[in-house]
């Protein structure tokens, strides 16, 4: 079975401070990769999304970036944290549209406080 | 751009209610995903609709997704308070999903 995993699940961080989140899947291969954010009772923003290895696409211009090393790692950075970047970070995976389905699985998320 | 609507935002509910939950996207949509989300938690895939008119239950939740594909419900009967969190639609449209901005559920035992 198909497995996705988040860490740090929490972080505290000051404002001007680098970022690095990481996600990884397994039990599954050629993933695409998405990574949200989620605002204090708030809905998922779309930040990035990835259908392979090296391959990002940008939602919403930032101070955010993200890479794909390898196929089933997905990575959120910043080299300068903001205060307005607080918020739930949530990595997913969805199989490749021609598998017959698109549904997205979602890590447990991690839970970023920037001071 | 694409944009996917919720309504209500925020739903009290005495157990033992009826309620239900709307989503209005601007295009048309190829399919329709709903998501739970409990209090503290991430994201869990309920169901996907693909086919104008569809109609799916799941226990006491019945998903509807509209017959010009732009709309859809999620009806709970009898509520209970293992429904409380937040339930999330998404849209499909091309290549992109698009997440409303949910409607969370609290409920009065």
């Known amino acids: 079975s198909q497995t996705i995993h988040q860490w740090p699940a929490t972080l505290v961080q000051p404002v001007g401070s680098p970022l690095s989140l990481e996600c990884t899947v397994e039990?599954?291969?050629?993933?695409?990769l998405y990574w949200y954010r989620q605002a204090a009772g708030r809905g998922l923003q779309l930040l990035f999304y990835s259908v392979g290895i090296g391959q990002i696409s940008s939602e919403v211009p930032q101070n955010l970036s993200a890479s794909r090393p390898q196929d089933r790692q997905f990575i959120l950075s910043s080299k300068k944290l903001l205060l307005s970047d607080s918020g739930f970070y949530l990595c997913?995976?969805?199989?490749?549209?021609?598998?017959?389905?698109?549904?997205?699985?979602f890590g447990p998320g991690t839970r970023l406080t920037v001071l | 751009g694409q944009q996917v609507m919720q309504i209500p935002q925020y739903q009290h509910v005495q157990e033992g209610e009826d309620f239900t939950t709307y989503c209005n996207s601007s295009?048309?949509?190829?399919?329709i995903q709903w998501y739970k989300q409990r209090p503290g938690g991430h994201p869990v895939f309920l169901i996907q609709l693909v086919k104008s008119g569809e109609v799916k239950k799941q226990k006491r939740l019945t998903f509807q997704f509209g017959e010009a594909k732009k709309n859809s419900s999620l009806h709970i009967t009898a509520t209970q308070t293992t429904d409380v969190g937040t339930y999330f639609c998404?849209?499909?449209?091309?290549?992109?999903?698009?997440f409303g901005a949910g409607t969370t559920v609290t409920v009065r035992a």
């Open positions: 998404a849209g499909r449209r091309d290549y992109k999903l698009s």
């Open positions: 039990g599954t291969s050629n993933p695409n």
């Open positions: 997913a995976w969805s199989p490749l549209m021609d598998r017959g389905t698109d549904t997205q699985y």
């Open positions: 295009t048309t949509l190829s399919n």
